[in-house]
């Protein structure tokens, strides 16, 4: 490894700052539009997705996508705000931790609108220069049905089936 400047190594640390912080974020973006495909990019091989009572835990990436189908067909729509984001780097500048809020509200099978809080806590890593997520820890706050919520306007008026993700 070269040495590098003062400098050279506080831009790593934004840089990878801002990397980590846009897994967090896109990992909402791929739970609350089904991509699959997206959610894959977001892991190392071994991560773990530990959310615990009532949803589970899940290990490697295949399984963390078969926890996206299972969460899917219990909350086929969710929305996701991922807020007060921190990230430290660590000092070896190759791994990382994040903290971050979750406020969700999705529509579940079983208890209809819903909202979901918490705190993920992320551990990060680079792996040839690539920063993805080593495990994801989820603290639940609550998981509130909200009796009286019904979409008036938007695309949650429509129902699944008619705009073509129905839950598998």
Do not use: K
């Not at 190594?9 to 700052?17: A, P, V």
């Not at 579940?108 to 993805?132: C, F, H, L, M, S």
């Amino acid at each position: 490894m070269r040495p590098v400047s003062d400098i050279e190594t506080r831009i790593d640390r934004i840089e990878s700052r801002t990397a980590v912080g846009r897994l967090v974020a896109q990992y909402a973006h791929a739970f609350d539009s089904g991509d699959v495909d997206l959610l894959r990019t977001l892991w190392h091989t071994g991560a773990e997705l530990r959310l615990g009572e009532p949803f589970g835990d899940f290990a490697g990436i295949d399984g963390i996508v078969e926890a996206a189908h299972l969460l899917w067909s219990q909350s086929p729509r969710m929305h996701h705000w991922m807020s007060n984001v921190v990230v430290d780097i660590d000092d070896d500048g190759e791994t990382a931790r994040a903290v971050s809020a979750l406020d969700c509200l999705v529509t579940n099978v079983e208890t209809g609108p819903t909202q979901v809080g918490g705190i993920y806590r992320d551990r990060a890593a680079r792996r040839d220069g690539r920063w993805a997520i080593v495990e994801r820890v989820f603290e639940l706050h609550y998981f509130t049905p909200v009796s009286g919520w019904a979409p008036v306007h938007g695309s949650e008026t429509t129902p699944l089936a008619d705009r073509g993700r129905a839950p598998s």
